[in-house]
């Protein structure tokens, strides 16, 4: 069960980041400075997340923080999550680029999403959505 502190409670983590992610936003980090990622739901690449600095995206009243991968917070769009809510997410990277504004699409590299149902045991634990 992955796990994340908050005011000194365990919780069951909501989004991750594998090695190959965390790689990838380590260089980012190094070029562009703090980092943050959104998911909207949207067509095309809108449905995988993006990776911005994190000054250059406002997150609005229909989006929700999931929590941090790799010290970079991550927010999903409202409606999105209300068909990912019972997974837990994870960052990976594939080769191929996207068709999005994304940070890594120039790398020739593209994030992806991982999911897994969570456990009942892990539902009663979850990181709560803000």
């Not at 908050?6 to 070029?31: C, M």
């Not at 790799?70 to 994870?90: E, I, N, P, V």
Request: charged content about 25%.
């Amino acid at each position: 069960m992955s796990q994340s502190t908050t005011k000194e409670k365990q919780y069951v983590a909501r989004v991750l980041a594998n090695d190959k992610a965390k790689a990838v936003i380590d260089e980012l980090r190094a070029v562009n400075g703090e980092l943050m990622f959104h998911q909207s739901g949207g067509c095309c690449d809108g449905s995988s997340p993006m990776c911005y600095q994190a000054d250059e995206f406002r997150v609005g009243d229909s989006d929700i923080y999931l929590g941090d991968i790799h010290g970079c917070k991550f927010y999903m769009s409202r409606d999105q999550f209300a068909y990912w809510k019972h997974t837990q997410l994870t960052i990976d990277v594939t080769k191929g680029r996207g068709s999005s504004f994304s940070l890594e699409i120039p790398m020739g590299i593209r994030f992806i999403i991982r999911s897994r149902l969570f456990t009942s045991e892990e539902l009663e634990h979850l990181f709560p959505v803000t």
